[in-house]
């Protein structure tokens, strides 16, 4: 992986859409503003360890959050930090950087490519074995309360690629 350059490229993103949000030439609302600003911010932020996202997760979805993402159903946010932790234990992972963004009154839909590497052996899926999952995200965030950031109270998360 090369995580320099992902890294560089989610940056890139976040002061390019700082410039969008200034000239707002699709007439959002502050609150969309606001929105869009905080995800690219954590996407500039994201780490590959599990320690590091925990940090920038913790400041982004709401404690109550549900969170449809990984397994059948829908989790609270305890539950998925313990689910990402399973999978930061299998897989080296990196993220792009953002490719499209729709936000639209309290939710914010966008979709990135996720690199990961096997960190062992899982069926036909072999140590070193590098996927590429195609993921979209729609994140619905709660109006903040007087001098807080808004955070995520939904997060539905869909991604494609990986077949064991």
């Not at 990196?94 to 990961?116: E, H, L, R, S």
């Amino acid at each position: 992986m090369n995580k320099n350059t992902y890294a560089l490229l989610r940056q890139q993103g976040y002061e390019t859409v700082l410039k969008e949000i200034r000239e707002n030439p699709a007439a959002h609302s502050n609150f969309e503003n606001i929105i869009k600003e905080r995800v690219y911010r954590w996407w500039a932020g994201w780490k590959p360890d599990y320690e590091g996202w925990l940090a920038c997760a913790d400041s982004l979805y709401a404690e109550s959050c549900v969170i449809d993402a990984i397994g059948a159903e829908p989790q609270v946010y305890r539950d998925y930090r313990a689910a990402m932790k399973q999978q930061r234990d299998a897989f080296e992972m990196d993220m792009g950087p953002i490719q499209t963004c729709v936000v639209d009154g309290d939710t914010i839909a966008f979709n990135y490519k996720m690199y990961m590497i096997a960190k062992a052996d899982m069926g036909r899926l072999k140590k070193g074995d590098h996927v590429t999952l195609k993921v979209s995200e729609f994140n619905t965030f709660a109006q903040p309360k007087h001098g807080e950031e808004p955070m995520v109270v939904h997060l539905q998360l869909i991604a494609s690629g990986l077949n064991l």
